[in-house]
């Protein structure tokens, strides 16, 4: 190999042979350069914006366990890195998942308002009465009723961008309200004294007319000092963390009272941070799962990157079908096709990733599926513990 007489390191040297000194290692570019190279320097780094990107997304969404097997046989070069692209379509969905949420407000008179505009777009009746009702059955009733009620205001508003969004966000929220009434109506007879309940226990319970929530601890009212949560397996620094945290929560929840887009943000902040976490969870569900095939660790991290980075890239897709529809104004024409593609993008993911587990470990079809509803069930399980800890540690660090 021959190298210019002018190519030579600046630190030692030595020739160079390439864009680092194979001698002392200082690459050949530094910051001393045009600003505009830099710049295309960490758009490379960061997003990885070459003809690697185009061969791996296409394999990623069509090639189920494609990208774990060619990394693993070494054929690594040609595509993005399991790491960048899980991290960047994580960040990138929850980042869209944040912006397509609709921001509403839901006042004493249920008038549900879209963020940035005086139009009021729903109105049901005003307050839904749940908190009159002294029955399980009635608040069911009144339920249908409103769920009959929204589903004919949807139908009337199909057309109007943005609204079915918000309508359907409304109900949730509705639907939240009667529960949560339910569940007053059948812990009533604890709260009178029932003695198959331990008044003791921790908890905590919400006046939605009061500014704070009730937060209490064998049978009383917390209080940090006279009667601070106090856990007996941890040290006594731990338990004044403990308690330092929950006195957060009271100031907190008057905020979110006030701007409840505060908690949703704080949450979908918190989402990509426990999804990190729970990719490593998930890579030793396969290890154990497939430890009679005495694969390395790292090569079940590889398989879960690859297997969430789908996901995440198939919740894109999914928003973006649902932005599209509503740009169009959701015309009638076009709900049919369009409920059909989102119903496949639906289905596609379940058999993308029970292809995907069997083309990485090459089981028979009934282990496969065996495997798929073990991990299935334990990431479920995994995601709900996962969200409520997002939530109550929104609820304390906003």
């Known amino acids: 190999m021959t190298t210019p007489t002018d190519a030579h390191c600046r630190n030692c040297g030595s020739p160079l042979y390439g864009e680092h000194c194979?001698?002392?290692?200082?690459?050949?570019?530094?910051?001393?350069?045009?600003?505009?190279?830099?710049?295309?320097?960490?758009?490379?780094?960061?997003?990885?914006?070459?003809?690697?990107?185009?061969?791996?997304l296409p394999a990623l969404l069509l090639k189920p366990g494609f990208l774990t097997r060619e990394y693993i046989e070494g054929h690594r070069v040609r595509y993005v890195s399991p790491v960048r692209l899980f991290v960047f379509l994580c960040i990138g969905t929850f980042f869209a998942a944040k912006l397509a949420t609709p921001s509403f407000e839901i006042g004493r008179d249920d008038a549900v308002r879209v963020a940035g505009t005086d139009a009021v777009v729903i109105n049901p009746d005003g307050n839904e009465g749940f908190e009159e009702i002294d029955t399980v059955e009635g608040v069911?009733?009144?339920?249908?009723?409103?769920?009959?009620?929204?589903?004919?205001?949807?139908?009337?508003?199909?057309?109007?961008?943005?609204?079915?969004?918000?309508?359907?966000?409304?109900?949730?929220?509705?639907?939240a309200d009667a529960r949560q009434r339910i569940e007053e109506l059948r812990a009533t007879p604890a709260m009178a004294g029932d003695p198959g309940v331990d008044s003791s226990s921790p908890g905590l319970s919400v006046d939605e007319n009061s500014d704070t929530p009730n937060i209490n601890f064998n049978g009383k009212p917390w209080h940090a000092e006279t009667n601070p949560l106090v856990v007996d397996s941890l040290p006594e620094s731990a338990n004044d963390w403990l308690n330092v945290q929950i006195g957060h929560i009271p100031q907190n929840w008057k905020r979110v009272r006030e701007d409840p887009d505060l908690l949703r943000n704080a949450?979908?902040?918190?989402?990509?941070?426990?999804?990190?976490?729970?990719?490593?969870?998930?890579?030793?569900?396969l290890k154990v799962l497939y430890v009679y095939q005495r694969r390395l660790y790292m090569e079940h991290l590889v398989s879960a990157l690859h297997g969430h980075a789908f996901v995440c890239a198939?919740?894109?897709v999914l928003m973006a079908m649902t932005s599209f529809e509503s740009l169009l104004g959701s015309p009638a024409w076009l709900a049919a096709p369009m409920g059909w593609?989102?119903?496949?993008?639906?289905?596609?993911?379940?058999?993308?990733?029970?292809?995907?587990?069997?083309?990485?470990?090459?089981?028979?079809?009934?282990?496969?599926?065996?495997n798929f509803a073990i991990l299935g069930f334990a990431e479920i399980l995994l995601l709900s513990v996962v969200a409520v800890f997002a939530l109550l540690a929104a609820l304390v660090w906003l």
Request: aromatic letters at 10%.
């Open 22 to 56: 194979y001698a002392c290692g200082q690459p050949t570019k530094g910051l001393v350069r045009h600003f505009s190279s830099i710049l295309g320097d960490v758009a490379d780094t960061i997003f990885n914006i070459d003809g690697r990107l185009l061969r791996t």
């Open 140 to 175: 069911e009733a009144r339920l249908e009723e409103v769920r009959t009620e929204m589903a004919t205001r949807r139908e009337e508003s199909k057309n109007v961008p943005g609204v079915v969004a918000v309508l359907e966000s409304a109900e949730k929220q509705i639907e």
């Open 267 to 285: 949450f979908y902040s918190a989402l990509p941070t426990a999804l990190f976490v729970l990719v490593p969870v998930f890579a030793l569900l």
């Open 314 to 316: 198939m919740l894109l």
């Open 341 to 370: 593609l989102e119903w496949l993008a639906l289905a596609w993911i379940p058999a993308y990733l029970w292809l995907h587990l069997k083309r990485v470990h090459g089981q028979r079809w009934f282990a496969t599926s065996l």
